[in-house]
Each structure stands twice: as C-alpha cells, then as structure tokens.
C-alpha cells in the first residue's frame, strides 16, 4: 500500500503543479466549443426534445473527462521512458497490479477533476438537471478509467513523442468527435449509425448524457455493460504488458 499511495500520490502532483495547463486549459476549450456551437445551432436544433445547448454540454463534459485520462497515463509514462526515470519507478518492489492501479486512478482523477470544470462553467449557460446522478457517476468512473488504462497502453507502447501523438490523433480523437458528443447518432444516415454502435466512446456518451435528461439513443443498462467489458478488456491488456515489463525493462 506504501507503493501504491507513493505512487498515486507522485501521479496526482505531476498534473496537479501544472494545473493550469493539465485542467484549466482543457475547460476552456469545452467552453470555446460550446460558445460556437451553441451559439450557432441553439436556435435551430433540438434533440430528444432538448435544446442543443443543453444536449451539447453533457457530451463535452464527457469528452473532457476520457482525453484528460488518456493523455495523463500516456504521457506521463512517455516522459518517464525517454528521461530513463521508469527505472525508479520499477525498482521498488510494486507489484504491477499497484502500479497499474496508482496510475489509472490518477488517471481518472485528473479526468474527474477536468469535466467537473467544464461542467461548472458551463452549466451557467442553460438549466441544467440531473435525472439520474447514479447514472452520471458511473459513466464518468469507468470512462475516466478506461481511458486511463488505455492510455498506459499507449504510454507503453509508445517509444517517442510523435509515436504518442499518433496514437492520439488517429484513435482517440476520431473514436471521440464520431461518438454522438456534438449531435445524436440518429440524425445520420442508417450505415453510420449501424458503424457508430461499434464505438464504445458512444456508449459512454449516451449513457452519461441519459443521467440528465433520462432520455438516450441506447439503454443505459446496454451502454453500461459494453463499457465494463471494454474495461476488462483493456485492463486485462494492459496488466499482461506490466507483467512481462514490455518496453518497460531493458
């Protein structure tokens, strides 16, 4: 438990010293897109009978809270690769269950702590309510902690700093913006709705975004178990790589 919270503990201070780059900027960016887009299309669309201002915040929360936990686990064990400072973290004895847990937790938390900002700064703009807070929560967790767990996979992976960058913009920003963030997957055509089901980021949209309006495009109970098994899935990837150290030991 000592690794553990020693390592949490060192994970949560690296994005929490720079908390204007690592969680302010993020809000902002959630604000610029709702200004925009809100701005623009509020007058003219709704869905599921929601103005889209409101459909629209939920989604960027959400967004906010999955590429915050990505890049924190990604680029933190990025950085501790190509500065060689991995090795103090692997000489300790951690097992690598705790070293895969004080990572995605800090992960999560960098994530929590984004989308609760841009939830906080934009819920000034319309009435916001919250049907089913359960819901809300447990979407945000387990996306917050996918996504972390993902990210150690590409942070692993990964041996230079455009190798990351590339794992970000050709995966993770497109399973992101094509998830239903800014419109609802019913407003497409049939192929690409049927296409939008095998994105598990939609699934985590859509079920997030049912805990403030109770209304959705699948039923939470659908979208909540593709997310757990996506979980476990990537879980257990990412422990089978910490075991054998994969591009981790020399």
């Not at 990537?234 to 030991?249: A, I």
Request: charged fraction near 10%.
């Amino acid at each position: 438990m000592i690794g553990f919270l020693t390592l949490l503990e060192k994970e949560f201070l690296r994005f929490w010293k720079v908390a204007f780059q690592t969680v302010a900027a993020p809000v902002l960016t959630a604000l610029l897109y709702l200004l925009i887009f809100g701005h623009v299309l509020d007058d003219h669309v709704t869905v599921h009978g929601v103005r889209y201002t409101s459909f629209l915040i939920p989604g960027l929360v959400m967004m906010q809270v999955l590429q915050n936990a990505f890049a924190n686990s990604s680029s933190s064990l990025i950085q501790a690769k190509i500065t060689g400072s991995i090795v103090f973290v692997l000489l300790p004895p951690i097992p690598y269950s705790a070293f895969f847990a004080a990572y995605v937790l800090a992960a999560m938390l960098r994530g929590l702590m984004v989308g609760l900002g841009v939830l906080l700064a934009t819920v000034w703009f319309v009435e916001l309510k919250v049907v089913a807070p359960l819901w809300i929560v447990a979407f945000s967790v387990l996306g917050g902690a996918l996504f972390g767990a993902l990210g150690m996979i590409a942070g692993i992976w990964s041996e230079k700093f455009d190798q990351l960058a590339s794992f970000q913009n050709f995966l993770i920003m497109p399973l992101t913006m094509l998830s239903g963030v800014f419109y609802s997957i019913y407003t497409l055509p049939a192929f690409w709705q049927r296409v939008s089901h095998y994105n598990p980021v939609f699934y985590m949209i859509d079920g997030f975004r049912y805990g403030f309006f109770g209304v959705s495009d699948v039923a939470p109970e659908t979208s909540l178990l593709v997310v757990v098994t996506c979980f476990a899935a990537v879980s257990w990837g990412t422990l089978g790589l910490l075991k054998r150290g994969w591009k981790l030991r020399a």
